[in-house]
C-alpha cells in the first residue's frame, strides 16, 4: 500500500479530507497498562477521546502495577482517536479498557470493527494471552505490535512469536506508543494485513 | 468496511432542535460511528461525541441487572450537568439518537420530538438516501 503517516500535527482542527471514501474500524488491544491509551492518542489527528480515572486502592488488589511507576490513571470506558492513512483511507480507533472486569464493553466495541492491533509488553507477555484469545473466539484478525518500553527486555522477534504462539501469518511488529511515526507503522501492518486477508480495498 | 458519513440526513436532525434550549443532535451507529450531525456542530467532535457515546449506551445496558431484570431492553440515557442535560435513545436497528440541551429545556418535549425524529429517521433508514446527489461533505 506504500502508505506514508499524515503530514498533520496531532493536534488543532484537521478537518477529513472531502477524498475520504472508506472508513475502517480498528480496536487497539492489550492487557493493563500497556499503553493502548498513549497510542490512540499518539496517534489521533484530532482530538482524542479519553475516558481516564484515577486508579483508587480498591484497585489496587487486581491491578497488577509492576514497573510502572508512573501510572496513576486508567481507561474506565474508551479512547477514540482518527487517522486518515491516505487520500482514500481514514482509520477510527477505538481503545478498550485493560482489566477483565471491563470485558462485557469491549465485546460491544468489536462491533463493526474490521481488526485489532494487540500492544503487547515483554515484561509480561503472558498476559496478552488472555486478549488475544478473546480475539480467537470472536473471529477477529489481529496483528502484535509491542510496545518497546525503556526498561523492557529487547528480545528477538522470532523468540517472541515464539512465545507467543502466533500463527506464521500474524504480523508481529515494535512499536513505541508515544511516537506517531513508529504507532502508525504498526498499524499500517495490521492494515495491509487484513488487506491480504480481504483480498482487495473495496471502491465504494 | 463503510464510507466515512455524508450527513445526508443532517436536516432531519436539525429538525428536533426547534424545541427551545435544544443544542445539539448526533445519530450515531451501534458500533461507534458518526452517522449524521445537526448543523452547529464540528465534524471532529461529532465524531469523537459519537465513540463516546456508543460507549455510554453500551456501559447504560450492562446495568440493567442493578434494575432487576438483567434482559430488560435499554431505552434512554439521561446525563445531567450543571450546564444541560444529554438525552440518548434507540434510534432503531443498530443506532441511537443524542440530543444535547440546556439546563431549562423542557425535557418531555424533548423525548417527544426525539421519538418522532426516530420514527421518521426510520423511514428514511429503510429507504436508503440517494448517494448521486448533492457534493460530499
Redesign the interface.
Known amino acids: 500500500m506504500g502508505s506514508a503517516p499524515a503530514s498533520e500535527p496531532a493536534t488543532g482542527e484537521v478537518h477529513l479530507r472531502p477524498g475520504v471514501q472508506t472508513a475502517v474500524k480498528l480496536l487497539v488491544v492489550g492487557h493493563f497498562a500497556v499503553g493502548k491509551t498513549t497510542f490512540v492518542g499518539a496517534l489521533s489527528e484530532i482530538r482524542p477521546l479519553r475516558t481516564e480515572e484515577v486508579m483508587t486502592e480498591a484497585g489496587a488488589i487486581v491491578d497488577d502495577l509492576a514497573g510502572m511507576t508512573d501510572k496513576t490513571t486508567t481507561t474506565v470506558a474508551l479512547d477514540f482517536g482518527r487517522l486518515t492513512l491516505n487520500d482514500r483511507l481514514v482509520l477510527y480507533l477505538f481503545g478498550t479498557p485493560g482489566q477483565q472486569r471491563f470485558a462485557p464493553l469491549w465485546h460491544d466495541m468489536t462491533r463493526g470493527a474490521l481488526g485489532a492491533l494487540v500492544l503487547a509488553d515483554t515484561r509480561r507477555l503472558g498476559h496478552s494471552f488472555e486478549v488475544m484469545g478473546v480475539l480467537e473466539e470472536l473471529g477477529l484478525p489481529y496483528a502484535v505490535a509491542l510496545n518497546q518500553f525503556d526498561d523492557a527486555p529487547a528480545h528477538e522477534l522470532d523468540e517472541v512469536r515464539d512465545a507467543l504462539d502466533l500463527l506464521p501469518e500474524t504480523p508481529l511488529v515494535r512499536c513505541d506508543a508515544r511516537d506517531r511515526v513508529s504507532s502508525t507503522r504498526a498499524l499500517i501492518s495490521l492494515v495491509e494485513y487484513l488487506l491480504t486477508r480481504i483480498g482487495h480495498l473495496e471502491h465504494t | ?4 458519513t455524508n450527513n445526508a440526513l443532517g436536516w432531519m436532525l436539525d429538525e428536533v432542535l426547534k424545541v427551545p434550549e435544544a443544542r445539539h443532535a448526533i445519530l450515531l ?5 458518526l452517522r449524521a450531525y445537526s448543523k452547529d456542530i ?3 467532535d461529532a ?2 461525541l459519537a ?2 457515546l ?3 449506551q ?2 447504560s445496558r ?1 446495568t440493567a441487572e442493578f434494575c432487576g431484570t438483567p434482559h430488560t431492553p435499554w431505552r434512554q440515557t439521561l446525563i445531567e450537568f450543571a450546564d444541560g442535560y444529554v438525552f440518548l435513545v434507540a434510534a432503531g436497528e443498530g443506532a441511537y439518537l443524542a440530543v444535547s440541551t440546556g439546563e431549562d429545556v423542557d425535557m418531555e418535549a424533548v423525548t417527544y420530538r426525539m421519538h418522532k425524529l426516530v420514527d421518521r429517521l426510520g423511514k428514511e433508514l429503510t429507504s436508503p438516501a440517494r448517494q448521486d446527489t448533492g457534493s ?2
Do not use: L
Request: proline share 8%.
Open positions: 468496511m463503510t464510507g466515512p451507529s451501534a458500533d461507534g460511528m464540528d465534524r471532529d465524531e469523537r465513540a463516546g456508543s460507549g455510554v453500551s456501559i450492562s460530499p461533505a
